[in-house]
């Protein structure tokens, strides 16, 4: 499974941009599903048949990055975020570029040596930063094949950790792609499967809005990441999440702006990591949602809850997950999806 993780965690997709990502995915696929195809969204969408009862399990493939903007007479480039970045993290981060080809490059930071002492204290703006090749002009940049609109993405490979932790970039959503790919392999579930690994979440849901419309099924989980609140100055989150004690099961996110999950999705999740005595944690949030908010909403709408792996330091290139929570993922999604119509019906 850490394998799994770190093929998927390393590997680049910005919103909008999940070529790379999306390959690596369907060959994981492979060989487990009958039908494999990509909508004109992008999202990658598997299809295992079974009987008239349709399961969805949704994870984002997306991760957040940059665009290039503006290039420089002197070949330093400017950016643009793509996806929620707290500025600071940015910094000082070796990046890819997805030109023509894959191209290195550094978002450069001034040394403290140049700084003034009321510099150090402030904080730096994305708009402030560049991204350095090792070019010497626009031109030289351009024949690198960069120019306005490339995406760019941190480059960070994954590192384990004590205690069966394990860090990497993007671990929001890829550790969550790799528990959905696990549990379809997994599921022992006689309905029709489908998993969709969609696109543009970071940017307002987007692929999970329009697949789940053309999939229209009976109820579906999205497989995501959330945030861990045990690290030192998170106490004031006032939240419980922590990372070791088991997969997350959301209740309500975004303050009820996003989810509120259904009591029929509520019980299915807790009865079933209760059943199987998988450790779980609930989940009240305040701030972020996922895809399952775009999904819920769509049609007349479909019943869809959240099952997430907590990530400490989410959306830095440093984010850190426990394996025994992903395997618990794993285990809740898989052993759900198996028995989902004792709870649903079939809705057409
Ligand atoms: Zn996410």
């Known amino acids: 499974m850490i394998e799994l993780i770190r093929k998927l965690s390393n590997a680049h997709g910005v919103s909008g941009f999940e070529d790379e990502i999306r390959d690596i995915i369907k060959a994981e696929l492979e060989g487990y599903a009958d039908e494999i195809k990509m909508d004109s969204m992008g999202n990658l969408i598997a299809t295992r048949n079974g009987s008239e009862f349709e399961l969805m399990l949704a994870a984002h493939m997306d991760e957040i ?3 290039v903007k503006k290039i420089d ?3 330093f480039i400017r950016i643009a975020p793509i996806g929620g970045w707290f500025s600071q993290i940015a910094l000082a981060q070796r990046v890819v570029l997805y030109g023509k080809q894959k191209v290195y490059g550094v978002i ?3 040394p403290p040596h140049l700084m003034k002492e009321e510099e150090r204290k402030k904080a730096i703006e994305i708009s402030d930063m560049f991204i350095d090749v090792g070019a010497k002009s626009k031109e030289d940049v351009i024949s690198l094949g960069i120019d306005v609109g490339t995406p760019v993405a941190v480059d960070r490979e994954v590192a384990v950790l004590a205690n069966r932790r394990i860090t990497g970039k993007a671990f929001d959503n890829r550790v969550g ?3 959905a790919i696990e549990a379809f392999r997994k599921s022992k579930s006689d309905a ?3 998993f969709v690994a969609t696109v543009q979440e970071e940017v307002g849901l987007k692929g999970a809005k329009t697949s789940a419309f053309a999939l229209d099924p009976d109820v579906a989980i999205a497989i995501d990441s959330c945030v861990a609140a045990d ?3 998170s106490e004031s989150a006032q939240m419980d999440i922590t990372l070791g004690k088991g997969a997350v099961i959301t209740v309500i996110d975004a303050s009820g702006r996003g989810l509120i999950v259904s009591q029929p999705v509520f019980r299915w999740l807790k009865e079933t990591a209760e059943k ?3 450790p779980y944690q609930l989940e009240v949030a305040e701030g972020g949602t996922t895809d399952a908010t775009a999904i819920n909403l769509t049609k007349s709408g479909i019943p869809a ?3 997430s792996v907590p990530a400490r330091y989410i959306h830095s290139p440093v984010e850190v997950v426990d394996m025994g929570d992903v395997e618990s993922a794993v285990e809740l999604v898989a052993r759900a999806s198996e028995n989902a119509k004792d709870y649903f019906r079939v809705r057409k």
């Open 231 to 233: 690290f030192p100055g």
């Open 276 to 278: 199987y005595r998988i």
């Open 305 to 307: 809850g959240v099952v």
């Open 192 to 194: 029709t499967l489908y």
């Open 108 to 110: 450069g930071c001034k």
């Open 177 to 179: 792609v790799a528990v």
């Open 73 to 75: 007479d002197k070949g």
């Open 65 to 67: 990055g940059f665009v």
